[in-house]
């Protein structure tokens, strides 16, 4: 059996992708394995998510050039997959982009080939999904947006009245029914991420039990990387800073994310919970609107007859409205702390400078008697050979 596990993103994907690596050997000897995809020749940060191979877009300019990689990287990645299903393991590939190329026109053709494999091998598979509540999936991805994309430069309420979140597909239950037309239903699996209804409220158990696997003591959560969103002043400061095209270098752009994380715990933090809906009426007509969408989920793919997907109340939090003073503020100690660590920068290399001509200096110091040495070799091989 193979477990495709979709996200969607900020469902927690990245723990799970960091955890299930960790304990493999655990998994194996529960019958389950998480192959990491360590020979495909794809980027380094794909390799946790090990199913990318299925969706992989090769940075090529060429189609067919693009086209024939893109096959390779398949064929290898089905290649490790087919290795641990004759070890009589059930293999487990996450990636959340999957959600969103799965049913458009971005990656054609993407059920058919995974179909025609599972066919050829005779083995069958499920699909695990994790939706999160749409008002607090839009607020978390537009952070993220901000933080991760240096394209992004849309204030929220351009972002959200725009409609240009709509790709990430809120719409739950009808992306559901165009993957179970093509799959079956009987295949999907839906999880709530909502932690009161995790199984025990805690994730790892949580997806454990979508496998049909119990916790145990033996199995290890290891800390490992944290998505943190930026907040208040610091998420504006960034989307201000998303102006400048030579951010989308990605070397200058992790240099920058690496000097904003650091100035981070010097700025003007909220002190409470806020919302970035406009009001808490606009988030809840919001909510209205999919509101048909998540019952039919909740019946038809949770079996739930009273229609109700997510279970935790919607709080009513402020909109969170920028302080002039404040993000003025914020925006000095930016600048004069990334000033201070370029500085702290420049420092570091000049003395590598000076350790490099010193070095050069004793090296020239070396040759030099070397040289002298050998003109002194070359006159006595002279007045020798001339008698």
């Given at each position: 059996?193979?477990?495709?596990?979709?996200?969607?993103?900020?469902t927690?994907?990245?723990?799970?992708?960091?955890?299930l690596p960790?304990?493999?050997?655990v998994?194996?000897?529960?019958?389950?394995s998480?192959p990491?995809?360590?020979?495909?020749g794809?980027?380094?940060?794909?390799?946790?998510?090990?199913a990318h191979?299925?969706?992989y877009?090769?940075p090529?300019r060429d189609?067919k050039?693009r086209?024939?990689?893109?096959n390779?990287?398949?064929?290898?990645?089905?290649?490790?997959?087919?290795?641990?299903l004759?070890l009589?393991?059930?293999?487990i590939l996450?990636?959340?982009i999957?959600w969103?190329r799965?049913?458009?026109?971005s990656?054609?053709?993407?059920?058919?080939?995974?179909?025609?494999?599972?066919?050829e091998w005779?083995?069958?598979?499920r699909v695990?999904?994790?939706?999160?509540?749409q008002?607090?999936?839009?607020?978390?991805?537009?952070k993220q947006c901000v933080?991760?994309?240096?394209?992004?430069?849309?204030?929220?309420?351009?972002?959200?009245k725009?409609g240009?979140y709509?790709?990430?597909h809120?719409?739950?239950?009808s992306?559901?029914?165009?993957?179970?037309k093509?799959?079956?239903?009987?295949?999907?699996?839906?999880?709530?991420?909502?932690?009161?209804q995790f199984k025990n409220?805690?994730?790892?158990e949580?997806?454990l039990?979508?496998?049909?696997l119990?916790?145990?003591d033996s199995?290890?959560?290891?800390e490992?990387?944290?998505?943190n969103?930026?907040?208040?002043n610091m998420l504006?400061?960034?989307?201000?800073?998303?102006?400048?095209?030579?951010y989308?270098?990605p070397d200058?752009?992790?240099?920058?994310?690496?000097?904003?994380?650091?100035n981070?715990?010097?700025?003007?933090k909220?002190?409470n919970?806020?919302t970035m809906?406009?009001s808490h009426?606009?988030r809840?007509d919001?909510?209205?609107?999919?509101k048909e969408?998540?019952?039919?989920?909740?019946?038809?793919?949770?079996?739930?007859?009273?229609?109700?997907?997510?279970?935790?109340?919607?709080?009513?939090k402020?909109?969170y409205e920028?302080?002039?003073?404040?993000?003025?503020?914020?925006?000095?100690m930016?600048?004069?702390f990334?000033?201070w660590?370029?500085h702290?920068?420049i420092?570091e290399?000049?003395?590598e400078?000076?350790?490099l001509?010193?070095?050069?200096?004793?090296?020239?110091?070396?040759l030099?008697?070397?040289?002298i040495?050998?003109r002194?070799?070359?006159?006595?091989?002279?007045?020798?050979?001339?008698?």
């Amino acid at each position: 059996m193979i477990y495709l596990h979709m996200g969607t993103m900020k469902t927690g994907t990245t723990v799970l992708q960091d955890f299930l690596p960790k304990n493999e050997d655990v998994l194996n000897e529960r019958g389950f394995s998480y192959p990491l995809m360590t020979d495909l020749g794809i980027e380094k940060k794909y390799e946790h998510r090990n199913a990318h191979f299925l969706t992989y877009r090769p940075p090529i300019r060429d189609k067919k050039e693009r086209a024939k990689r893109a096959n390779e990287v398949r064929e290898k990645g089905f290649e490790i997959v087919k290795e641990r299903l004759d070890l009589g393991l059930n293999v487990i590939l996450s990636d959340e982009i999957l959600w969103y190329r799965q049913v458009d026109e971005s990656t054609p053709g993407f059920w058919k080939r995974f179909l025609a494999r599972m066919d050829e091998w005779g083995e069958d598979f499920r699909v695990i999904v994790y939706f999160r509540r749409q008002d607090d999936y839009l607020e978390s991805y537009y952070k993220q947006c901000v933080k991760g994309n240096p394209q992004i430069t849309d204030t929220f309420d351009e972002f959200y009245k725009g409609g240009k979140y709509r790709f990430i597909h809120v719409e739950y239950y009808s992306y559901l029914e165009k993957m179970a037309k093509i799959i079956g239903k009987d295949r999907i699996i839906v999880r709530p991420y909502e932690k009161s209804q995790f199984k025990n409220q805690n994730i790892y158990e949580d997806f454990l039990d979508a496998l049909g696997l119990e916790w145990e003591d033996s199995f290890e959560i290891v800390e490992g990387y944290i998505n943190n969103s930026f907040e208040g002043n610091m998420l504006e400061i960034k989307r201000i800073i998303n102006h400048l095209p030579e951010y989308k270098n990605p070397d200058i752009y992790r240099r920058l994310m690496d000097e904003l994380y650091g100035n981070e715990g010097v700025l003007n933090k909220p002190k409470n919970k806020f919302t970035m809906f406009s009001s808490h009426g606009e988030r809840m007509d919001f909510l209205d609107s999919l509101k048909e969408e998540n019952e039919k989920v909740a019946r038809e793919y949770l079996g739930r007859k009273d229609g109700i997907l997510f279970r935790e109340p919607v709080k009513e939090k402020p909109t969170y409205e920028i302080d002039s003073k404040k993000l003025y503020k914020d925006i000095t100690m930016t600048l004069a702390f990334m000033g201070w660590k370029n500085h702290e920068k420049i420092g570091e290399l000049e003395k590598e400078i000076k350790r490099l001509e010193k070095s050069l200096e004793e090296y020239g110091k070396i040759l030099n008697k070397k040289n002298i040495l050998k003109r002194g070799v070359n006159k006595i091989k002279k007045v020798v050979e001339n008698g």
